[in-house]
Structure formats: structure tokens, C-alpha cells
């Protein structure tokens, strides 16, 4: 496994020479993903998402009077709650950052929600966090999520089970809080919906050999194995043992297991497997791809278009609340990402911010469709995917 970093690498995005001589304010965000660990090879374009619509605005000139807004790398390691909570406290004490984009994989989201964000009062908004333990836990309204809970992603793989005919199904999930929690939920939707789980295993991600894990699944049995791991640690791991035991040949894959290296990984061996991550095709998402493509990243990763947004929320309440204060904007982030208001979509985050400060409100669309309910968290679309031709492909949306 690679060596888990412990430096952070912080970027800077500032506006051309003329802009920038007249404005000195500035705002910063701390963005903590898992940039080592099991899901490295997506958080790149999810970084990039984010600073993107930071860059966007400090082009801007239109937040708080003219203020630039510069992005603070961390990395959560995505499985490292104490590096994760060092590198938020390092982020908020030592760079005061305002706000924090992130963190990525639910687990060391809860701890840096619990034991730094919430001890400074600062909001976070997780574009990928989504356990539903996350749902209920104590932020003083200072943690919303663009992600939808996994107890919805729980029904959407339900669904395309049952919509491909499929009644069996063995279960394995990386032990972790993510793991378990879709885990949890799938099995209860799709039990509900008249399913069997034959068997639901957990598995350690780090492992070399994942032959008694395939093992155990291969002697239940099932249609389908659904993989609720990670794209660049055990899922992967799994997936390629019960291939060479020829245990399994068609496999569901959830939100963290899509990613370009199932391509790389497997290619051809997965024709015929299937899944669903955050998504959607509405008019904001396909400006969101035209707006990453330019900019040099694939912005149809997963969860990089949730990047976008969580990171345009921050910055649109900010300018709601015409403070960066967290305990200011926290009460701001519903009333400027939900109706009523004018629509705006990613390349419109001057228009939103223009229009807060003329006093008048906005309903930020952006890249993901965001509609927040309940703890604040996505209301949940998805993009249903299939393999063929040793690649995957978005075939529906749901």
C-alpha cells in the first residue's frame, strides 16, 4: 500500500494581476480528500472540482466586496481518522481556513466533524460522505453533505436488481463506517423489496489475498456479488480473486468502486457487470463536464461534480450572510441552495452571488442537482452504469 503522506499540498487561485491589485481580502477553504489511500485515483478530479468553482469566483470580483478565495489542501486518507483530524486541525488552526470542503470517505468525516469542526464552530460540506449515521449525528448545523445518504443509495441498487431480474445476491463491504452503513441499508431495501441475501461479509482493505473472503461468498451463492468496497483497495482486490476462482462472473458495483481503474483493472473481465454513483443529467451537469474539460480534468468522475457544488454552496452563503464566519453562514446554506429563487448553474456562481447582494434569492442547481432535505444532506440523484466493450458507460439515470 502506498505510504500515507503527511505533508499536505496547499494551492492557491487568484485572479489576474489587474483584479487581484485591487482586492486583498481573502477567503480560504480548506479541501480535505483522501489524495492517498483507497480512493486516490478519484479525488484528484474531486480537488479539482472544487477549486474550480473557487477560481470561477475570485474571477469574479462579486463575493463580500471583491475577495479572493484560495483553496487549502488536506489529505484525509479516507481510512486514517487520526491523520485526518491532524490535517483538519492544521487546516483551521494553523491556516484559518473559514470553511471545509470535504472530507471524502464517511468515516473520517464523522471524526473531523466531531473533533475539529464542531469544537470551532466551522462548516464542513462533504461531497462524497454517505453513511447514514451521518444523518443523525450532532453538528449544530454546521455539516450538510451535496452526496445523498447510502439509506437512499440502498433502494437504487434495489432497484436496478430487481429491475434485471436478480433475487439472490452475496454481499461483501470494506469494515469500515461507509461499508457497513450501505451495506446495512442495502440489505434491508432489498430484503423488504422480497430479495435474499445469501451472505454479508465484511472485508479489510490492505489485504494481498482475498481467497478466503471469495471463498466464503462462492459457498453462499448469489446471482450477483454486490461490492461495497473501495475502487483502489479491497473492492478491487475482491473483485479480481473471485474472477481468477471463477466464483462469481457478474458483479454490482456501488458509488466507491466506480471509478477510470475498474477500467484499468479489469477491462473486458467486468462485460456484462453493472452500478450506480451520484449523478445526474441535467442541464447544470453537462455544462459542469464542458466547464472540467477545459480546465484540464475529467468532470465526469464521481463526485467531482458534488465537489463543485459543495464548494459554490460555501461561498454563496458567505455571500447570504455577507460574513465568513461560519457561525454567520451556517443558517444560509438551505436558503441558498433550495427554492424559491433563480436558478443557477455551474459558470453562474457571479450571477447567484450578484443577486444575493442585490437582496434577492437564488436556487443553486448547480452540477449535481443539489436539493438539500432533511439534516442537509442531497435529496439523491443517480447515474446507473453498465460495462461493455471493457469499459463503463452511464446507461440511465435515476
Given at each position: ?5 503527511t505533508?499536505t ?19 480560504k ?15 484528484p478530479a ?5 477549486e474550480?468553482a473557487?477560481?470561477e ?8 466586496d ?17 491523520a485526518?483530524t ?11 481556513v473559514?470553511a ?15 473533533n475539529v ?6 462548516v464542513?460540506i462533504?461531497?462524497?460522505?454517505t453513511?447514514?449515521g451521518?444523518?443523525?449525528?450532532e ?9 445523498p ?7 437504487i441498487?434495489?432497484?436496478i ?15 469500515n463506517?461507509y ?6 441499508a ?8 422480497g ?14 489475498d ?5 471463498g ?18 479491497g473492492?478491487s482486490?475482491?473483485i ?14 456501488p ?9 484499468e ?20 451537469a453537462a ?17 467531482s461534480?458534488?465537489?463543485y457544488?459543495?464548494?459554490?454552496l460555501?461561498?454563496l452563503a ?16 438551505f ?55 471493457g469499459?463503463?458507460?452511464t446507461?440511465?439515470?435515476r
Amino acid at each position: 500500500m502506498k505510504k500515507l503522506l503527511t505533508a499536505t499540498t496547499a494551492m492557491a487561485l487568484t485572479a489576474g494581476a489587474v483584479f487581484a491589485d485591487g482586492h486583498a481580502n481573502e477567503v480560504k477553504i480548506g479541501v480535505i480528500l483522501g489524495f492517498t489511500g483507497p480512493l486516490e485515483s478519484i479525488t484528484p478530479a474531486m480537488g479539482s472540482g472544487a477549486e474550480l468553482a473557487m477560481a470561477e469566483v475570485t474571477e469574479s470580483g462579486a463575493l463580500l466586496d471583491g475577495a479572493t478565495v484560495t483553496s487549502v489542501r488536506g489529505d484525509s486518507t479516507c481510512i486514517d481518522a487520526g491523520a485526518a483530524t491532524t490535517a483538519a486541525e492544521r487546516l483551521i488552526t494553523a491556516e484559518g481556513v473559514n470553511a471545509i470542503m470535504g472530507a471524502d470517505c464517511s468515516g473520517v468525516t464523522g471524526a473531523i466533524l466531531s473533533n475539529v469542526a464542531l469544537p470551532n464552530g466551522t462548516v464542513m460540506i462533504s461531497p462524497s460522505a454517505t453513511s447514514p449515521g451521518l444523518s443523525t449525528a450532532e453538528d449544530n448545523g454546521l455539516f450538510f453533505r451535496t452526496a445523498p445518504s447510502d439509506a437512499r443509495q440502498g433502494v437504487i441498487i434495489t432497484e436496478i436488481l430487481q429491475d434485471r431480474g436478480v433475487s439472490e445476491v452475496a454481499l461483501t463491504y470494506t469494515n469500515n463506517d461507509y461499508g457497513k452503513g450501505l451495506a446495512d441499508a442495502f440489505q434491508a431495501a432489498f430484503e423488504e423489496a422480497g430479495g435474499t441475501v445469501t451472505i454479508s461479509a465484511a472485508h479489510e482493505d490492505g489485504k494481498a489475498d482475498y481467497s478466503a473472503e471469495v471463498g466464503a461468498l462462492a459457498s453462499a451463492g448469489g446471482e450477483v456479488l454486490v461490492v461495497a468496497g473501495y475502487v483502489d483497495q479491497g473492492g478491487s482486490g475482491i473483485i479480481r480473486s473471485a474472477l481468477d476462482a471463477g466464483a462469481f462472473d457478474t458483479f454490482y458495483m456501488p458509488d466507491g468502486m466506480v471509478g477510470a481503474k475498474l477500467n484499468e483493472n479489469f477491462g473486458a473481465e467486468l462485460n456484462g457487470s453493472y452500478g450506480a454513483y451520484p449523478g445526474t443529467d441535467s442541464p447544470g451537469a453537462a455544462k459542469f463536464v464542458e466547464m472540467a474539460e477545459a480546465a484540464g480534468f475529467d468532470g465526469t468522475g464521481a463526485f467531482s461534480p458534488e465537489s463543485y457544488d459543495a464548494a459554490a454552496l460555501i461561498m454563496l452563503a458567505m455571500q447570504a450572510a455577507g460574513s465568513t464566519d461560519s457561525a454567520d453562514f451556517k443558517d444560509k446554506v438551505f436558503d441558498v441552495a433550495n427554492a424559491p429563487g433563480t436558478e443557477i448553474f455551474p459558470g453562474e456562481l457571479a450571477k447567484g452571488l450578484e443577486l444575493l447582494a442585490a437582496g434577492e434569492d437564488i436556487d443553486y442547481v448547480g452540477a449535481s442537482a443539489v436539493e438539500l432535505i432533511g439534516p442537509g444532506e442531497s435529496a439523491g440523484n443517480y447515474q446507473e452504469i453498465e460495462f461493455a466493450d471493457g469499459v463503463y458507460s452511464t446507461i440511465g439515470y435515476r
